[in-house]
C-alpha cells in the first residue's frame, strides 16, 4: 500500500505563490495533484508518470507545475500566480498502473489526507 503525505498548504493573497510537497512511501505509474473545493466536485490538476509526462487542467496551465524527486521520495506543486478560485484543499495521490485519464480523480487507488490552500482577493 502507497502512503502519502501533503505538506504546504497556507493562505495568503491572490498572486502569491506556494509549494506543496508530498512524501511517498513508493511511487505508482502515475502520480498527480488534486483538488476539492466546497460545493464542487474533485478536480484533477496536474500529474506525472513513470516517464516524466506531465498535464495539467487548462485552469491552471502555465501557473501551476508538477515535479518529482525519486531520490527524495517527495512529489511537488509549485503553484504561481493564485487565484481566488485556486482556494481548495489539495490532495496527492498514486496509481500502480499507467492512467488513461491522468486528470480523472476517480481513476487514483491511494490518496493523500490533504493540504489546505485559501487564497484571498
Known amino acids: 500500500k502507497v502512503q502519502l503525505a501533503e505538506s504546504g498548504g497556507g493562505s495568503l493573497h491572490a498572486g502569491g505563490s506556494l509549494r506543496l510537497s508530498c512524501a511517498y512511501t513508493?511511487?505508482?505509474?502515475?502520480m498527480g495533484w488534486l483538488r476539492h473545493a466546497p460545493g464542487q466536485e474533485r478536480e484533477g490538476v496536474a500529474s506525472i508518470d513513470k516517464d516524466g509526462v506531465t498535464r495539467y487542467a487548462d485552469s491552471v496551465k502555465g501557473r501551476f507545475t508538477i515535479s518529482q524527486d525519486n531520490a527524495k521520495n517527495t512529489l511537488y506543486l509549485q503553484m504561481i500566480s493564485l487565484k481566488v478560485e485556486d482556494t481548495a484543499m489539495y490532495y496527492c495521490?498514486?496509481?500502480?498502473?499507467?492512467?488513461?485519464?491522468?486528470?480523472?480523480?476517480?481513476?487514483?487507488?491511494?490518496w493523500g489526507q490533504g493540504t489546505q490552500v485559501t487564497v484571498s482577493s
Open positions: 513508493s511511487s505508482g505509474h502515475s
Open positions: 495521490a498514486a496509481n500502480p498502473f499507467w492512467l488513461l485519464r491522468p486528470l480523472d480523480a476517480a481513476a487514483y487507488r491511494y
